[in-house]
């Protein structure tokens, strides 16, 4: 189509080619705002610290795996064994449970959750019957109460021993990342947790070139963040993450400022809670 004609008669009216109708002309978009560089950096931080956290939860589902692997080769074994008309080798014994004393690792807070939780709740309301979905709306709701009151009052200063993930170590600017892995006093369990501290707190616990081997305790401000999981009522195979009860999924910050070798360890040294 020619516009000249329009064109001409626009001009020799006053009018904006834009305004006639029937013609409508592209423009051109807005220049995109830029970020600024401390944007920038923020959102890489947060996307390091997601990651650390997935890889971190990825790592206790393939623990979880092989424990599984091994109770069920262990109970294969036995059958065989059974089977074929020999002794069965006698069941081990249970793991003790671990303490609910938040002082020793992140077992030790996860068990004195769950003793809290259970306190305020000893029963939970089943989904089925007349009333099954009022009852259990309203046990939600009071669970996400409790549980906002629990992660706000829970914050504590504690001192946790375990090691270093010598794999783990990434150095950014003034900062080192690293995982820090706790065992469980029964020995059920691997926790592995991602870390951050400055280049100076980080050189107390190096040996030359490389971190420390052995055992490390670390001051930290320890801040639990439980969550409430609608569509979780059991622990499922995996128990990933881990389930304080019914709807209730286990989490905690930790927030590491200072640390040394085990051995140098002040066994009446707390961290600071500001």
């Known amino acids: 189509m020619d516009f000249s004609h329009c064109r001409a008669f626009a001009l020799a009216s006053g ?9 409508a002309f592209a423009q051109a978009p807005a220049a995109p705002q830029e970020q600024s560089m401390g944007d920038l950096r923020q959102e890489i931080a947060r996307l390091k610290q997601l990651s650390d956290e997935q890889a971190a939860e990825l790592e206790a589902a393939l623990a979880r795996i092989k424990e599984l692997e091994q109770q069920l080769a262990d109970a294969d074994d036995a059958a065989k064994a059974k089977s074929a008309g020999g002794a ?10 671990t303490p609910a004393d938040p002082a020793i690792g992140p077992g030790g807070l996860l068990a004195s959750l769950r003793a809290d939780y259970l306190a305020a709740f000893p029963t939970v309301p089943s989904p089925n019957g007349a009333d099954g979905a009022r009852a259990t709306q309203q046990h939600l709701n009071a669970l996400q109460s409790w549980v906002t009151k629990s992660n706000r009052e829970g914050v504590r200063a504690l001192a946790w021993t375990g090691r270093i993930d010598p794999n783990s170590v990434r150095r950014v600017r003034n900062k080192v990342n690293f995982t820090l892995v706790f065992e469980e006093p029964n020995g059920t369990r691997d ?84």
């Open 88 to 97: 069965a080798a006698p069941a081990a014994p249970a793991p003790a449970p």
């Open 191 to 274: 926790w592995r947790v991602p870390a951050q501290v400055t280049e100076g707190a980080f050189a107390r616990v190096m040996r030359g070139d490389v971190p420390e081997t052995g055992m490390v305790t670390v001051n930290a401000r320890v801040s639990p963040r439980m969550r409430v999981n609608p569509s979780r009522t059991a622990p499922g195979a995996f128990d990933v993450p881990p389930s304080v009860g019914p709807y209730l999924e286990f989490g905690y910050d930790l927030d590491v400022r200072s640390m040394v070798p085990a051995q140098q360890a002040d066994p009446n040294a707390t961290a600071p809670t500001k």
């Open 15 to 23: 009018l904006s080619l834009a305004s006639v109708p029937g013609i």
